[in-house]
């Protein structure tokens, strides 16, 4: 299993699961990254940080910190 920080641009993944406790699982869930949705990485920052994405069919960018926490597969 890899995590979101190591998906490539333009790769399509679905999260397995959410690492992480407490206010931090939880804000990751409000933006609407929750088990089993598919998610694409649409652009990556030159030096990683920040990741933007799109989930549920918005723009979403995060921070690489966030993207660790998350469990994707192909």
């Known amino acids: 299993m890899k995590r979101l920080k ?3 641009c333009g ?3 679905k999260v397995v699961k959410l690492e992480g406790d407490g206010a931090v699982r ?7 990254i929750t088990k089993g949705c598919e ?3 649409r652009k990556v920052a030159p030096l990683g940080d920040p ?3 799109t989930v549920r ?8 910190f966030d993207a660790e926490m998350i469990i994707v597969e192909s």
Do not use: F
Request: no cysteine.
């Open 11 to 13: 790769e399509h993944v």
């Open 26 to 32: 939880r804000r990751i869930m409000d933006m609407g």
């Open 51 to 53: 990741i933007q994405i």
């Open 57 to 64: 069919g918005y723009e979403l960018s995060i921070r690489k």
């Open 6 to 8: 190591d998906v490539k």
């Open 39 to 41: 998610v694409t990485v």
